[in-house]
């Protein structure tokens, strides 16, 4: 059991865990771990790279099962079958991608997936702001309850993600490295919000490497090492010392490599001048030996990860020069970088490393330097592959049982040798290794030091970029040590140790010049952050620049084409608009959930029909119902078969649309259906209420119901969060199938409408009609500006597309030209307007990155 | 540190007998659904077993087959191209107009040159504009049918009569038509190209992992662009035939055309989500499809059925897909 209480706690552990381990194949990441927490207390937890933090946590968080021990909360036992679990449980915990909707506000993200709601489903945003005020108030963050989390800076961000947390009355509050991101103030910030959870009995627990905030917020620290508990104190009467023993430890010296020299280097490979990549690195210069291992430490936001990825290709420098045997080294992209006999292992091998469907002797001879050197040599030698494979196998001890198999058959640690044997068999004679011995079993581990060592004497050139500092102190001749951007320090082999990497990585740099703040790791794909006011406004541009571009052409087309400002044409323009727009709306929301709808087209030939030939038997009130439901029920159709059956978006819409359509050409039999009763059904289109066209209202009210819904209703709000931030919406406890079922119901409603407005626009309506229709709605919806990476959805800017359509086709008909050139127009503005919402999205990103 | 390096399995195959069982169904079940198809089609209708119609139902197969050697390969890289219709169609229009004057080989080479040309216009556009490939060629689609359109001024009919090309569509080489030889001949080639060349390994690896295939050097835009081209290719080649078969051509000639190919390339087996594929399952894939509709011909169902049965076999193809995946999981 642990020793030591928590200042001023009760004698009972919030959180007890007993005997804890957990087995991985090959790996046993905890051993018998004994772990509590109390109430009010700050717990760190430490331990170096491979320790076992990340999987204590996750079992903590209900990500991963213990494959032994005993979980207690609040003295219960417990087992979590999931993070959702864990959360209702009242465990939070707080990674460094967080669980935040960039699309969304402050507000709605503290409140996701439980907003409070007035009577008619409403938001309730008087109470969401009563609440939310009091929640920031306490934290001490002013920042706008209507503010986008993308504008707030990390700290920020982090402040609402533990806003929300608070306001979820959470009891356990679990923090991964939480200041890896944060300048000075907003690190003094974080620890007085930190004392306020204490003084609510929440418990923290904080896994940090940086060990002088540990001695700052800490009541009790928890050391693990190789997996097992070495020992829990309390921080006070601790030294710095008596941690950093615990984490290394004596165990682990003996099974290290013992470093051994290798023959003096050689001549410069590698000459580094000032190196700049805005906001990751500043100004890094340093001298790169044939046979030499350069070790390269830093925590995140260090520069660290930054640095390898630039030398391949994977970054764009800003200034400085690299060169490469006297001559100036310029790569664009990672082949150049290997033409020029550079090769970078990846840090993450399963995101950018291994390719999951190939096999393991594809996996390692994907780079092998004919690829690069003689693309006429593009056909397989079977043979000569396997007898390269087989040396490389035998050089590096790869346990695979044949090189046919699947690369994800292998352990972790022969993934990572056959990572190495791709970089070897490139021929590169400078290697960027990126944690090389990362989730790779301890036998492994000290095979590839050695491995790396053997390198160096055979006159390779390595950099070691590592977290790892014992494996740092394994293998390097040379170290460089990066904090917050710059370079802090460049040891020879006489000063590498654990505490002067440790001290020089954890102080911020002190070169005499002011430290750059703001430094983060780069942006997950998915979520676009930070972003100036320049960027803002070319959001905003968005929806204002179809609108300028609507009055252009109207007025174009007024001056152009006589005949278009005619009452009887703008009228025309303004129903053939609203039937566009109606469908295109509802595409809106589908695309701000980050779906598509391909059948729409379908659905309103079939619509179309259906009320036609109802009409015959019923009045129109129950024709148009019928028409409505049908749509309904396609697009229901539609959003079971995407989420029960998990299947992409738009392969079901388009095999659906097939369906349809076939659907409508058999109900038809090809044939034409007219409308002949109930003519009154045609006041539907050209019936005029204070002089507008009835489509042109029924657009309107369309638009108003979903903007409400879109932005006024938990449904709305979920169906952004889905598309902006899909992890965030499930952990919030979004059902994610029925939000998914209702948004393409919606859809197929909008479609049924558009169907149904056609129908009383032509009156005689036949299978062929419709086609190209999804097209026009996918356009409009994107025209508007409605990204389709998801998020958030312009429902002003689709109508004044759909109006822009309009115009532009009305007033090449007025002008003669013939219906086909509208298709190739209809086309090119179709890529037109997907390639400005690329640009816009690519810009976006950039400026955040030169933001520091 | 996370839950990614703890889930690396160890070495073994399938988990149980069971497990097993299942792989070898959800793989094969294209071939089984064939064999089954014709046994049993041929059992109830003596037409249907007539040499005539077997042939028949090769030549239909080609068109829709060729197609789909070239979008396998494209979806192994992990993209889709919805414009084949429209680029079908203007190949088609574009033949024509130009066989009278130029003679049979000339116009086959220049159509062949078009179909690769708009390929790579596709491919640049994915890549270099970065817009998702199905909605990128959705608009392409109607580029092209536009253009084809405008050329033949609506969607009227251009008959084209040119002896040494009629026989390419009409033809027989021994007991199978021509353009069923050239089927298996495209398959021969691309089959070569997926399993026998780097570029092949080039496809797959995008396909498999698009960050992973970067970091290791590969030019992915290029690779993405090629595969378009060979799809254009493809494309062109289907036109060829199909237009020596009709002896005409029409810009709407090949409507549905994407669906059939994809929902033949998805029904063989041919994963969605890239990095796999296999061209004996697009091939068996096109052959199930020709006799379906063969079968609905003969049975009088009406050609409007065509559009449901493709559609629901599509969806129900990757019903099957997703199947496999979640029972057979990561493996």
Same mark, same amino acid.
């Given at each position: 059991m642990a020793t030591g209480q928590a200042s001023?706690?009760?004698?009972? +552990?919030l959180l007890s865990l007993t005997g804890i381990s957990k087995q991985f194949p090959g790996v046993k990441?905890?051993?018998?771990v004994d772990f509590d927490l109390f109430p009010g207390e700050v717990h760190a937890l430490m331990g170096e790279n491979g320790a076992g933090k990340s999987t204590l946590i996750n079992i903590i968080s209900g990500l991963l099962h213990p494959t032994a021990g005993k979980i207690c909360l609040a003295g219960h036992e417990v087992a979590f079958a999931s993070s959702m679990q864990a959360q209702k449980a009242g465990i939070s915990t707080i990674t460094q #991608?967080? &669980?935040?909707?960039?699309?969304?506000?402050v507000a709605e993200n503290i409140f996701l997936g439980r907003e409070p709601t007035r009577r008619i489903g409403l938001m309730d945003w008087r109470e969401i702001k009563r609440r939310a005020s009091e929640i920031l108030r306490e934290l001490g963050l002013n920042v706008?309850?209507?503010?986008?989390?993308?504008?707030?800076s990390v700290g920020d961000r982090q402040l609402v993600e533990i806003a929300k947390a608070l306001s979820l009355q959470f009891r356990i509050i679990t923090m991964d490295?939480?200041?890896?991101?944060? &300048?000075a103030t907003e690190v003094a910030r974080l620890f007085a919000i930190i004392e306020k959870l204490k003084q609510r009995r929440v418990a923290v627990l904080y896994v940090s490497h940086r060990l002088g905030e540990i001695f700052r917020i800490a009541d009790r620290v928890t050391v693990l090492r190789d997996g097992k508990r070495v020992d829990t104190r309390p921080? #006070?009467?601790?030294t710095e010392n008596d941690v950093v023993t615990m984490m290394l430890g004596r165990a682990l010296k003996k099974e290290a490599l013992i470093y051994q020299a290798s023959p003096a280097a050689g001549k410069v490979a590698l000459s580094i001048k000032s190196l700049s990549v805005p906001g990751f690195l500043s100004d890094i210069s340093f001298d790169l030996r044939v046979g030499e291992v350069m070790g390269c430490a830093g925590l995140i936001g260090s520069g660290r990860y930054e640095l390898t990825r630039t030398l391949f290709g994977l970054l764009r420098a800003s200034g400085g020069t690299v060169e490469i045997n006297g001559q100036i080294l310029r790569v664009a992209t990672p082949g150049d970088a290997i033409r020029r006999g550079i090769y970078m292992l990846p840090e993450e091998r399963k995101v950018e490393g291994?390719? +999951?469907?190939?096999?393991v002797r594809e996996n390692l001879l994907i780079s092998a330097k004919r690829l690069f050197?003689?693309?006429?040599?593009?056909?397989?030698d079977a043979k000569e592959e396997q007898n390269q494979y087989e040396r490389m196998r035998k050089s590096l001890d790869i346990r695979a049982?044949?090189?046919?198999?699947?690369?994800?058959?292998?352990?972790g640690g022969n993934q990572q040798k056959v990572m190495l044997g791709r970089a070897l068999t490139s021929e590169s004679r400078i290697l960027l290794l990126n944690?090389?011995?990362? =989730?790779?079993d301890v036998g492994t581990r000290v095979e590839i030091h050695a491995a790396i060592r053997k390198l160096a004497e055979q006159g390779y050139t390595v950099i070691v970029s590592s977290t790892d500092i014992p494996e740092l102190v394994s293998v390097s001749d040379r170290c460089l040590v990066l904090s917050r951007g710059r370079m802090n320090g460049l040891l020879d082999r006489t000063q590498i140790n654990e505490d002067n990497i440790t001290a020089l990585g954890n102080r911020?740099?002190?070169?005499?010049r002011q430290p750059m703040s703001n430094f983060r790791r780069? +942006?997950?794909?998915r979520t676009i952050f930070e972003l100036s006011h320049a960027t803002r406004l070319v959001q905003v541009a968005g929806s204002l620049g179809v609108f300028v571009l609507l009055v252009i052409v109207v007025v174009g087309a007024s001056i152009l084409a006589? =005949?278009?400002?005619?009452y009887t044409n703008l009228t025309n323009t303004l129903i053939t608009a609203s039937i566009t727009a109606v469908t295109g709306l509802g595409m809106t929301f589908a695309i701000a959930m980050g779906g598509f709808d391909l059948s729409v087209g379908s659905i309103q030939v079939l619509t179309a029909i259906v009320a036609a030939g109802l009409l015959s038997i019923v009045d129109p009130a129950l024709a148009i119902l019928g028409a409505l439901l049908t749509g309904l029920a396609i697009g229901l159709l539609n959003g079971i078969l995407i989420s029960k059956l998990r299947l992409p978006a738009f392969v079901v819409t388009f095999g659906m649309m097939s369906v349809v359509r076939g659907v409508a050409l058999l109900v038809t039999q090809g044939q034409s259906v007219m409308?002949?009763?109930?003519?009154?059904? =045609?006041l539907l289109n050209n019936g005029k209420i204070f002089g507008l066209p009835v489509p042109f209202l029924i657009m309107i009210a369309v638009f108003i119901l979903l903007s409400l819904l879109l932005k006024h209703t938990p449904f709305g709000r979920h169906t952004c969060a889905i598309g902006g931030n899909r992890s965030a919406a499930v952990a919030s406890g979004i059902n994610i199938d029925r939000v998914t079922i209702s948004v393409f119901g919606l859809v197929g409603v909008t479609a049924a409408i558009s169907g149904v407005m056609l129908a009383s626009q032509l009156m005689i309506v036949d299978a062929?009609?419709?086609? @190209?229709f999804e097209l026009q709605a996918i356009t409009v919806s994107v025209l508007g500006?409605?990204?389709?990476? =998801?998020?958030?959805? &312009?429902l002003v800017g689709t109508v004044f597309a759909a109006l822009l359509l309009a115009t532009i086709a009305s007033a090449l008909n007025i002008l003669k030209v013939i219906p086909f050139y509208q298709y190739l127009a209809l086309g090119v503005l179709l890529i037109f307007a997907l390639a400005i919402d690329t640009a816009r999205r690519a810009f976006i990103a950039k400026s955040l990155l030169s933001r520091a | 540190m996370n839950l990614r390096q703890a889930t690396s399995k160890g070495i073994g195959d399938h988990r149980s007998y069971g497990m097993a069982v299942i792989s070898f169904l959800t793989r094969y079940y294209i071939q089984f659904l064939l064999i089954l198809s014709v046994l049993i089609l041929g059992a109830l209708n003596p037409y249907f077993r007539s040499p005539a119609n077997l042939q028949n139902i090769l030549l239909q197969a080609s068109f829709a087959g060729i197609g789909a050697a070239g979008m396998t390969l494209l979806i192994v890289s992990g993209a889709f191209d919805l414009s084949v219709a429209g680029l079908l169609g203007l190949c088609g229009v574009m033949i024509c107009q130009l066989l009278p004057s130029l003679g049979t080989v000339l116009t086959i080479l220049i159509t062949l040159f078009l179909g690769v040309l708009l390929g790579l216009l596709n491919g640049l556009v994915v890549t270099?504009?970065?817009?998702?490939a199905f909605i990128a060629t959705l608009g392409m689609m109607n580029i092209y049918l536009a253009l084809a359109f405008i050329w033949t001024q609506g969607s009227r009919v251009i008959s084209v009569s040119v002896p040494g090309f009629d026989t390419l569509g009409t033809g027989m080489f021994g007991a199978l038509p021509v353009p069923f030889l050239v089927m298996i001949l495209t398959y021969l080639v691309c089959y070569g190209i997926l399993n026998g060349s780097i570029y092949g390994r080039c496809l797959r690896a995008v396909g498999s992992s698009e960050i992973a295939a970067r970091t290791a050097g590969l030019p992915v835009d290029l690779i993405r662009i090629l595969a378009f081209a060979i799809v254009g290719g493809c494309t062109a080649l289907a036109g060829v035939f199909l237009t020596a078969e009709l002896s005409s051509a029409s810009?709407?000639?090949?409507?549905g055309y994407e669906l059939t190919v994809i929902a033949v390339v998805v029904i063989g087996?041919?994963?969605?989500?890239?990095g796999e594929g296999t061209l004996s399952g697009s091939f068996t894939g096109a052959l199930f499809f020709a006799v379906i509709s063969t079968a609905l011909n003969i049975l009088n169902v @009406?050609?409007?059925?065509q559009y449901v049965v493709t559609g629901v076999f599509l969806i129900s193809a990757l019903g099957v897909q997703a199947l496999r995946t979640y029972v057979l999981g990561a493996e």
């Open positions: 001023g706690g009760s004698p009972e +552990p990441a905890l051993d018998s #991608e967080f &669980n935040l909707v960039p699309q969304l506000t706008p309850l209507g503010q986008r989390v993308s504008y707030l490295e939480p200041t890896a991101a944060l &300048n921080v #006070e009467g601790l291994i390719l +999951p469907d190939l096999t050197h003689r693309l006429s040599e593009l056909l397989i049982s044949s090189s046919s198999q699947r690369i994800t058959k292998l352990s944690e090389p011995t990362r =989730g790779v911020p740099a002190d070169y005499g780069l +942006p997950s794909v006589p =005949g278009f400002f005619t409308i002949t009763k109930h003519i009154e059904f =045609g062929t009609l419709g086609v @190209g500006g409605t990204s389709l990476s =998801g998020g958030h959805g &312009n | 270099k504009l970065r817009i998702p810009a709407i000639m090949a409507t087996g041919t994963s969605l989500k890239g @009406g050609a409007y059925w």
